[in-house]
């Protein structure tokens, strides 16, 4: 098959997708838990994360002395408002089947409100200029943690095993939708921090802090989940994230860490890695964004 061709620039607008889960198994990769649950923490992870940036970015959007990369910023608001929402949906799912995420859910949540919070600085040396630094530093980690899921959207979007597993096919549309539309704004934090700050060793720092404090909150969500399924509680095997990654061709833990490397170079960008073209080609395709789609034009 042809290449497709990359284009110049999309323009970025929020999907409002939604999904039935009504049917959806507790194991939705049928038999293997693990693969399953290593994938829903996600669901775990991503609502209250991408509130997170929703709020830093609105922030941030009177900083922006660029049009251009403003409309892009408001476009990212928008879908990360929408991913949001649409994962919470599936952890909602789980709640009524008897798996409650609100003890994992709850430490993400303090993370991102209390810990990565708004600071009061009145009373302090240049207290504006110290809030202005604190926003551009937290947007370095955002751009961090995008260039991570950016490198898992691709993944999801190249992933022909889990169809061949027979995997659920709403799921399948909530990561691949999803995952496409991480890769078609994989740019915008970095180019947002660049436009702010762009020094080097900030998210060079940033970086060797996200790589890290991410694998560590996926390894205890893949716990978390494991040990309160409630179809039967057990431990992760060491054997069981090379299963994933020989049979779905998954990436495993020491993958995901090397995978920041090129984060690293002075050169980089995101535009270097992942396809523009094959995320709107999915876009296209996708049942709910179609379904979205033509809800918006009635």
Known sequence: MDELEEPDRVSLRPRDVEFDWSALPMHWIPGDPYTTH????????????????????????PMIRDERLA??????????????????????????????????????RWLFRHALGERDFTGRRNPERRREERLIEQVAGVAAIEHFT???????LNSPGLDAAGADP?????????????????AVAFDLYMHLDGRYWRRAKLMLVVAPGMLALWIKGVRFLMANDPTGRRRPRLTDPLRATRRY??????????????????????????????????????????????????
């Not at 709640?95 to 994992?104: C, I, M, N, R, V």
């Not at 950016?150 to 999801?156: P, R, Y």
């Open 38 to 61: 290593l994938l829903n923490v996600l669901h775990l992870l991503l609502p209250e994360g991408e509130r997170w940036f929703v709020r830093l970015f609105t922030q941030a959007l």
């Open 71 to 108: 409309e892009e910023v408001r476009g990212f608001i928008g879908q990360e408002a929408v991913h949001a929402e649409s994962h919470q949906g599936v952890l909602d799912h789980f709640t009524a089947h008897g798996l409650d995420p609100e003890p994992y859910v709850g430490q993400v």
């Open 150 to 156: 950016a490198v898992l959207g691709d993944m999801i």
């Open 170 to 186: 709403t799921m399948l549309d909530l990561l691949r939708w999803h995952g496409a539309e991480e890769v078609e704004h994989r």
């Open 249 to 298: 061709g998954l990436p495993g833990p020491g993958r995901l860490l090397r995978s920041f490397l090129p984060y690293l170079r002075r050169d980089y960008h995101p535009s270097q890695h992942g396809s523009t073209s094959q995320a709107v080609a999915y876009l296209a395709s996708s049942p709910a964004a179609k379904a979205a789609d033509e809800r918006g034009g009635r």
